[in-house]
């Protein structure tokens, strides 16, 4: 196929990354489940959700503007139960 044929896709998505947001996903853990691969206890990030969202708040947007995701968050353990 030629490269003037060749179909092409592009837009925009704009999402933001609000401290509202993250606040309230962090204020809604469940508390009693254990830590995941981060081994940070809901129940910590439940209680600390008021200083943490502004910068986890600036990490997502960064990331998500950029593109680049940390190695570690690319990691993702799914187990049958």
Known sequence: MRDEMKPTCSFSLSVDFADTVVFQKLHHLKTDKPP???????????????????????IYQKSYDTGILLEDRKTASVSNI
């Open 36 to 58: 995941g691969l981060d081994v940070l206890h809901p129940m910590l990030l439940n209680c600390c959700a008021q200083e943490l969202c502004h910068s986890l708040s600036l």
